[in-house]
């Protein structure tokens, strides 16, 4: 008789369940169990459940501690949303994060990136900060030979930077996390975040958090056209004008160094129009560099 679906279904959602708390079992006991055959049984271990790393020792098998399911598929997403890798992929349901993480098929994928800042050693850093801003206690550090006292809002990486978001005296401010020195938690001093921060850091989908927003337009050269139209290189990117030839733009940044360092990148293919004032300090840079 064939089984349905249903009964399909529940017996690999307990088997699974087993293997997930770090259960071992053999064949025969699984038999008796679920009042099945042998046949069936290996067909749910070898087939059904062929995406698991089953082992086998002495009859029983098992899971290995490293793939024991601490961790559910719908954290691995979470994991990407937050990380800002789940528009990497073109889908991340359920079975796509299985092949991902096969070793078998996970093989049909290179991922290649700009590079990322090494922040290993300042682990404990990282850790006291994260702590400190889900337990909202002040912190204490040095910055720019300055003393500082800020109330922690957010740890933000950047292109591959990380910075530290916080409050300090009244204002949303910036801090470059490997700048940090002499790093110290209030734990006796808790702030209340402000509500207008909290939104502002909800809302604000520019990649820096200032008052100061600046428009800058650009001319793409058409060799590079298609790249930035991909990428979502510009925050807040306007289309203005598209030919055959170029491409014109607009996009907010908060700080000149954002848009200096990606034309510097693109140079000779990307041009600043306006503001004439970064004109010229990209202008001054380069006859720096070349003098």
Known sequence: MKESRDTIATRLALILTKLNNGERFT?????????????????????????????????????PDYALGKLSFNDIKNFATLSGIKSLYPKLSHNFIVDILNSKINKAYLIKNQGFENIAHRYDWFESISNAILNTFE???????????????????NNGVWYLLGEEENKLKNYTFSKLKNL??????????????????????????????????????NTIKDYIARKDIFPNKKTIK??????????????????LGIVKY????????????LQDKLKNILKEYLG
């Open 266 to 277: 693109w140079l000779p293919y990307i041009k600043i129009v306006s503001p004439v004032y």
């Open 242 to 259: 598209q030919t055959d030839d170029k491409l014109i733009l607009s996009t907010n940044i908060s700080y000149d160094e954002e848009i």
């Open 139 to 157: 912190i204490e550090f040095e910055y720019n030979d300055k003393k500082r006292t800020v109330n922690p809002y957010k740890l933000i990486n």
């Open 184 to 221: 110290h938690l209030r734990e006796n001093n808790q702030y209340i975040p402000k509500k207008e921060f909290l939104d502002k850091i909800e809302q604000n989908d520019t990649n820096w958090f200032s008052d100061n927003i600046i428009e800058v337009v650009l001319e793409i050269d």
């Open 27 to 63: 064949v025969k006991e699984l038999e008796i169990e679920f009042n099945v055959t042998e046949r069936t049984i290996q067909r749910d271990l070898k087939e059904r459940l062929s995406y698991i790393p089953l082992q086998k020792e002495k009859g029983y098998y098992f899971m």
